[in-house]
């Protein structure tokens, strides 16, 4: 063991490889496991390493994204926003709430009135200091529904937000025990005057400055030297984001040495990436899932035997197998998952061609039925669609596929056109998940599911304290969605991210691809 501590010292260096220190490691009779978990505890004793410039390969950015956190639609987007921008509370991988901008925070017995005392000494890009006032004024852009912010649906349950002291007081028309949590949402990054004077300028409280902005091809970020947090992140000294949409490209950027770390591996091709040298594959399940989006209120979806008809075309199984490969779980037509902690079971739906043509036949539906997907929607959508297009044909269901462009399909195609593939991170709880894309209001609200009866249980479980009532009203939700909704959700996916054997600092994060945003910000290269 004297030996491979040795050796794992090394490797924490940089003066050894991690293939190398994993083939002697086995010669000395040592399991990959263990292994890897010595050289973990090898790195994170060495301590991180300050300097260089992280390059990570992106798919997901576009022309038409904002440098405004209220606008992002996207992984590249909302990466950027963590490395100039912060928001009051930080979800850590374990799941758990973390004081960031907020020190700290409390509630009133019926969960009705939150207080959470704003951090004091903190610098803006610009040199102003963070005081209470800029926190609620972010709330307030955020709430008005002409910033067209992405946590619009998530704030309708404020009543009133203002300053008082050195803390910022939250009354919410009903109890939420899960407060603290909406103030995760990475579009609540806290800005000057809350952003209400030019809400793109991207001037934060993060620990880089963007430097470099180019919509839909790369971001460059320098280190902020006024970073009030900077023991624990923004150890590179730069760091670039380069927007790589096509699979093929990034997978070549990753095997030159061109950028660190790449997002959204797709499954086919994460057995040619464990062959490269110096390359780690990182996969981890979680809330993430690739919906099949419809649009209740629009014909044809608004008949709910089509949309029947349609959840039950689907070949659920033979879509993780062909599309997942084994890096992923079953979905059941909702976006909730074991996953939360507040999950129950309902009874699966499965692949019924029998079914799936009762219902078309009783919808009165006539002709095909137009599926657009872009390869930008998730690993395998395009072939996603083709699959699905085979499985639904044995139901004598026409779907017509339609590959959009990557660039433009989070502003042209998500959220405007009736029925298309997508994709969903998940949220850090239930009532955020639903309250930002599945309620009547939600400005996110990408299957125009509108519910009275859902909306009513989405505020009284937000309110309920007693668990028990809670799992069973959100079990209730479950069904249906899973009934009436326009949501087709075949699968929910590992996220498969590639890196690069010289960064160091990984910490797996089961809340979304690429430590959910943070690695560029929590990881550092070795020396």
Known sequence: MDELAYLSGLVAKGRMSRRDFLGRSAVLGLSVVAAGSLLSTAVRAEGPVRGGTIKVGMQGGASSDSLDPGLATNQVTAMVNHLWG????????????????????????????????????????????????????????????????????????????????????????????????????????????????????????????IVGSEAGVRYNAARFDGYWDSDKVGFAEQVEIVVINDATARIAAMQSGQVHMINRIEPKTVALLKNMQKVTIKNISGR???????????????????????????????????????????????????????????????????KAAFHFKKSGHDGSILLRTSEVAFPGAVDAAVLYQESAKKAGIEIEVKREPGDGYWSNVWNVQPFATSYWGGRPTQDQMYSTGYISTADWNDTRFKNEAFDKLVIAARAELDEAKRRAMYRDMSVMMRDEGGLIVPMFNDFIDGVSESIQGWVDNPAGELMNGDAPLRCWLSA
């Not at 079953?330 to 074991?338: A, K, S």
Request: hydrophobic share 35%; proline share 7%.
């Open 288 to 354: 993430g899932f690739y919906p099949f989006n419809m649009f209740c209120d629009t014909a044809p979806f608004d008949n709910a035997d089509l949309r029947l008809a349609l959840k039950y075309a689907m070949d659920r199984e033979t879509m993780i197998d062909r599309i997942l490969q084994g890096y992923g779980s079953l979905g059941n037509d909702t976006p909730i998952n074991r996953a939360y902690p507040l999950y129950e079971e309902i009874e699966q739906r499965t692949y019924d061609p029998e």
């Open 86 to 209: 912060e928001t009051l509370v930080w979800l850590a991988p374990d799941g758990s709430p973390i004081p960031v901008l907020a020190e700290e925070w409390r509630s009133s017995p019926d969960a009705k009135t939150w207080t959470f005392k704003i951090r004091k000494g903190v610098q803006f890009h610009d040199g102003k200091t963070l005081t209470p006032d800029d926190v609620v004024a972010t709330i307030e852009r955020h709430s008005d529904e002409n910033a067209k912010s992405g946590a619009l649906g998530i704030l309708k349950g404020i009543e009133t937000v203002k300053a008082d002291g050195d803390s910022v007081v939250f009354t919410l028309k009903e109890g939420n025990a899960d407060m603290p949590f909406l103030m995760i949402d990475y579009h609540l990054v806290i800005q000057p005057n809350g952003g209400k004077d030019n809400p793109a300028a991207a001037i934060g409280t993060g620990p880089y400055s």
